[in-house]
């Protein structure tokens, strides 16, 4: 082995395309005479460590300055006393220690560039996303101290703050409570006055506490205090899901192998631009046993089925008897094969995830797959709380997912997105979906965005952000249908010209060969007989 070793270092790497170029750019046309004294010193110190170390990074750094005088300054090696044999030496040595023999010309003249553009895609977005999109771990000493005068405003002691029957008792339903906690100016305080005649408006405390109070179109209190629009936009509502997607008894069902169980009508807070705005909260209801196994008879009799999603209003604000009896009845159907829960408890109320709660999703996802899926639509509704949460949700379950909803002022711009996506990722929950705001309830018309801004926004995630990172954008009509761009821009008959979405670069990608693929006497040559 060290003999192998020996003759490897004596033989030299041939050069790759990008180290002759580097080469022919360093000694090209350009003065050779001697550089100021300061430089050639400069150069030599470069060129000591470039030689002492057994790294990398010093014939780099020595490459580098001789490519910016040889660039800036029209001076060849040989005016720092560098011969062009010295610096084949080096190259070869460069490509001989790297473990992946990559080139100092590889280096220097593509990788090094081609990072340097990528990092400058996202300064603008390091340098803002705390301050334009502040996550709830930013802002937590801020949130400490809403917690800590809400307590006091509504005479809540640590134990009914720290549980799910203490955070719905003391929620919060009335405009005039509201407007003393979060300190409303008095034109807000009519506008809401008028909507909550007809909507009806509660927060827990702990999702009160996220809102930053005097901060113009809080994203968390756009999501949960209604606003005039509400009235001012309604006209005649379009049906809701139910009235034409509901083929039994609680049941939605958009396609052949996936059903959804509405059941409940609860949620822990009531969300502004809520699909079922017009059904939701307008009376706190658990069904009966019987509703629940019409929609389970439902499922059995359909073999088709196979993945089913407990919903509502919000699964996990059932009680943990019951959703333990609807996990049991599912697992025991032969043909599904996969459940979900959705629920936006972790964000509102985390309080309510307790033991017992896990205990009953980690059963079931032991004989059968779980997916929690949530809704998060701003990073400043991950708190240390909330994260901690998911954290924890995420041992006893198959995966936790995030369905997004694209809103207006709320989370509409690369920054806001982005930091949004990071954020819950960092928190253990997988970015699935961005919906586009639903056209379904007029109501909320005033948080819809152009389908060209939401594009623009998942677009720009690809090559900028981690790639589990970045959801599917979906539009909901009858369906969840896709509405990412097409980045197919032309096609020959031997190749595609591609599009990257992060930079806007076209690239040739060579096609498969046809009649090669179309071969039905093809067989790969180790299997033939």
């Keep these: 082995m060290e003999q192998a070793s020996s003759m490897t270092e004596q033989t030299p790497p041939a050069w790759d395309r990008y ?20 430089e050639r010193a400069q150069a030599a110190a470069l060129l000591n460590q470039a030689r002492e170390a057994n790294l990398t990074a010093p014939i780099l750094d020595l490459f580098t300055f001789l490519s910016h005088q040889a660039n800036e300054q029209q001076r060849r090696p040989e005016a720092f006393g560098i011969e062009r044999a010295t610096l084949e030496e080096l ?53 400490l101290e809403n917690q800590q005068r809400i307590k006091q405003a509504l005479q809540m002691s640590d134990d009914d703050w720290n549980s ?16 003393d906690l979060v300190d409303l100016p008095e034109k807000a305080v009519a506008s809401i006055a008028r909507v909550t005649k007809q909507y009806r408006m509660r927060l827990t405390p702990y999702y009160t506490s996220l809102i930053m109070p005097g901060t113009v179109n809080d994203p968390v209190m756009l999501q949960s205090v209604p606003t005039g629009e509400m009235i001012d936009n309604a006209g005649i509502e379009i049906p809701p899901v139910a009235a034409d997607h509901s083929p039994a008894r609680l049941i939605d069902q958009f396609y052949p192998r996936v059903v959804t169980i509405k059941a409940t009508n609860m949620c822990a807070m009531y969300c502004t631009h809520c699909l079922r705005i017009a059904h939701i909260g307008r009376k706190d209801q658990i069904y009966s046993r019987e509703a629940y196994r019409e929609a389970l008879d439902y499922i059995r009799a359909n073999p088709r089925i196979r993945d089913v999603l407990i919903t509502g209003g919000d699964a ?16 025991a159907i032969d043909h599904v094969k996969l459940k979900r829960l959705g629920t936006r408890v972790p964000v509102t109320v985390p309080m309510r995830v307790d033991e017992e709660l896990l205990d009953i999703i980690e059963a079931s996802n032991d004989i059968k797959p779980i997916r929690v899926v949530t809704q998060i639509n701003t990073a400043q509704e991950i708190t240390p709380i909330s994260r901690n949460t998911f954290r924890r949700i995420s041992k006893r379950c198959f995966t936790v997912l995030n369905q997004a909803v694209l809103l207006k002022g709320i989370n509409d711009s690369r920054v806001k997105m982005w930091k949004l996506c990071e954020t819950i990722q960092e928190a253990y929950v997988r970015p699935y979906y961005i919906f586009n705001c639903s056209y379904r309830n007029p109501q909320f018309t005033h948080f819809r965005v152009p389908l060209e801004v939401g594009r623009d926004i998942v677009e720009s995630m690809y090559g900028n952000i981690s790639g589990d990172a970045i959801p599917r954008y979906i539009a909901t009509a009858g369906g969840k249908i896709p509405l990412h761009r097409d980045n197919v821009m032309a096609v020959s008959d031997a190749s595609y010209t591609l599009r990257k979405p992060w930079s806007g670069q076209e690239v040739t990608y060579p096609d498969a060969d046809p009649h090669l693929y179309a071969n039905e006497d093809f067989a790969f040559a180790g299997y033939q007989d």
């Design 164 to 179: 799910f029957p203490g955070q719905i008792r003391h929620a919060v339903d009335s405009i005039e409570t509201l407007a």
């Design 91 to 143: 190259a070869a040595k460069h490509q001989r220690i790297d473990e992946h023999m990559v080139s100092v010309g590889g280096r220097l003249t593509q990788a090094r560039p081609i990072a340097a553009e990528a990092n400058a895609r996202v300064d603008a977005y390091l340098a803002e996303k705390d301050v334009l999109a502040p996550s709830g771990i930013e802002l937590w000493d801020k949130i």
């Design 19 to 38: 180290t002759a170029t580097l080469f022919d750019a360093l000694f090209g046309a350009g003065i050779a005479e001697p550089a100021a004294e300061t």
């Design 316 to 331: 996990f604000v059932l009680p943990n008897s019951m959703l333990k009896w609807l996990l049991e009845e599912l697992d």
